[in-house]
């Protein structure tokens, strides 16, 4: 067997088992596990996969902290009608809090408010987008910009929360790691404890990844929104979890 079909064979075996053992590997290829190791040095260099703990993972489960018109880019189309979704979420004269991030600033773009609609926001690009509509009164949260993600952050973010109660927190994540949990910005946590229901907003990229600060257990969310790039094990997990979970179409059938 050449590199190149031993290559080809470990990322095929990855893209259905997700994780495999170095040790694993080196039987199935019937190679020496020295082999194997620079076969995944290579791969991990070409950004086809991550090693960790003696292991191979399918996609890097740790998040780079990238700048907000970076991830603006990425999955444009998923974005856009995971807002469209959130956006039919919104009932009439509803109160609701949107975090940051370019998912919820898709969704943002999407709303149409019945009524009047009260939004508490700690992304400024969320509230420019949401103050030229005069159906929707905006609070924007003060307190330390994040320039990574152009919202605000800190003490002075946190201390108004505890006087609102709104029906939805909005939440864009860093990562969703079934067994990890949840991760994104500080802040966020806080936002929790002020809304009645939190529905995450994640593209299927963000699965099986994690970012540097945990705001929550899984348990803790009570509905996904995602797009159908979501593997079938994780969407079944995710309902044994007793998670709602709202998978929107991307592509058209043909």
């Known amino acids: 067997m050449t590199k190149d079909e031993r290559h080809k064979l470990i ?16 039987l199935l290829l019937d190679v020496s596990a020295v082999t194997i190791r620079k076969d995944l040095t290579e791969l991990e260099k070409l950004n086809k996969l991550y090693r960790s703990h003696g292991r191979a993972i399918l996609i890097n489960p ?24 959130a956006a039919s979420l919104i009932t009439k004269d509803d109160s609701i809090i949107i975090a940051s991030g370019t998912t919820v600033l898709a969704f943002a773009r999407c709303i149409r408010p019945i009524h009047r609609l009260t939004v508490i926001s700690a992304s400024i690009q969320v509230s420019e987008t949401l103050a030229a509509n005069e159906s929707i009164d905006v609070v924007q949260l003060g307190g330390s910009l994040r320039t990574s993600s152009l919202s605000v952050v800190g003490k002075y973010a946190e201390s108004p929360l505890a ?15 079934l067994d990890f949990g949840i991760t994104t910005a500080d802040l966020n946590k806080i936002m929790m404890h002020t809304a009645q229901k939190t529905i995450v907003l994640a593209d299927s990229s963000k699965f099986r990844r994690r970012g540097f600060s945990k705001i929550a257990n899984m348990d803790e969310i009570d509905l996904i929104i995602t797009d159908e790039g979501i593997s079938d094990k994780i969407a079944n997990r995710i309902e044994e979890l007793g998670i709602e979970l709202t998978v929107v179409p991307v592509t058209q059938k043909q």
């Open 11 to 26: 990322i095929d075996t990855l893209m259905m088992h997700e994780s495999i053992q170095v040790s694993d590997l080196s």
């Open 62 to 85: 740790y998040i780079n902290n990238r700048s907000v018109n970076e991830k603006e880019k990425l999955a444009r189309s998923e974005k856009e009608h995971i807002g469209r979704m």
């Open 163 to 177: 006087e609102f109660s709104c029906s939805k927190l909005f939440l864009g994540v860093d990562g969703i790691d």
